[in-house]
């Protein structure tokens, strides 16, 4: 049974993000939290002239959490009845967002977080938010991205961006090769440079790896050319109509060339394509 972690705001957002969890999840045996977390920077302001304790913190902050948690339950289980598959508990925590997730992906045992962007549309600048740019950089466990339109459909094609420069454990590359398998996808892999180059040896024997790797898997290798990477990209997902991306955490420099500007916060991107990061 998989330990899924679903942080929410109780925003249209996170709400999406959750529907596209259970969707994707739909045939798998799978434990939900659904946690929301006051952020501690809130709820400590000022206790140097007031006495905030636990009392206070439960009736001023948490105890509105725990009833839109309750509510978002309530929602599931009328949208998405009768799933024997799928079990939700709620968690509401009063701590620093990063140490909440931390602590609940140790204490649950998270194989997969799930979150909810918002940005603009198009090629329009997209903004991450902070807490989901903090889980992809700070917290070891694979996480989905799921933009403001992504809406879930059978996934049928999977960009894999690499530059080969990193070699992949067996274990990182398993959740690709779980859900290759499940949906009967296709995997794309995919390599853009700025200009003309050949593969060094290193990286001609990690894409044989990869190669090896998914023998028994449908997929493919692109190499583009662009000087504008993000543009190369956004073709490329179009034209091979991509359902999904995914990427491995510690190739977080050519990420940062491809989806990322110089902060790791700012993306600029589809609005409606979910990623994949993966951690080793």
Not at 126 to 153: H, M, Q, R, W, Y
Not at 162 to 191: C, S
Not at 249 to 256: G, P, S, T
Request: glycine share 2%; charged share 20%.
């Amino acid at each position: 049974m998989k330990s899924i972690l679903l942080p929410t705001d109780f925003s249209k957002n996170s709400w999406n993000a959750i529907e596209y969890a259970i969707k994707f999840c739909a045939n798998t045996p799978c434990t939900f939290y659904l946690m929301h977390v006051n952020r501690l920077a809130e709820v400590s302001v000022d206790t140097m002239d007031y006495n905030i304790n636990t009392a206070v913190i439960e009736e001023t902050y948490t105890a509105t959490a725990k009833k839109q948690l309750t509510a978002f339950l309530k929602k599931i289980a009328s949208q998405y009845p009768n799933n024997s598959n799928h079990a939700f508990y709620t968690i509401n925590e009063v701590d620093f967002f990063i140490d909440a997730v931390r602590k609940q992906v140790l204490e649950k045992k998270i194989d997969l977080i799930v979150m909810g962007t918002k940005g603009a549309s198009g090629l329009e600048k997209l903004i991450l938010g902070s807490n989901t740019a903090d889980i992809i950089t700070k917290v070891k466990c694979n996480t989905l991205v799921v933009p403001e339109n992504a809406t879930f459909k059978t996934l049928s094609q999977i960009a894999f961006p690499t530059d080969f420069l990193q070699f992949y454990g067996i274990t990182t590359l398993q959740p690709v090769v779980d859900i290759l398998e499940k949906f009967n996808a296709a995997l794309r892999v995919l390599h853009i440079t700025k200009k003309n180059s050949v593969l060094n040896n290193d990286q001609k024997k990690n894409k044989e790896f990869v190669s090896d790797y998914f023998s028994a898997n449908k997929h493919s290798f692109h190499y583009l050319t662009n000087t504008k990477i993000e543009a190369a990209i956004q073709s490329f997902v179009q034209e091979n109509s991509i359902d999904m991306i995914a990427m491995v955490a510690k190739n977080l420099n050519y990420f940062q060339q491809i989806l990322f500007h110089s902060k790791v916060e700012d993306i600029s991107y589809q609005t409606d394509v979910p990623f994949l990061v993966l951690h080793e």
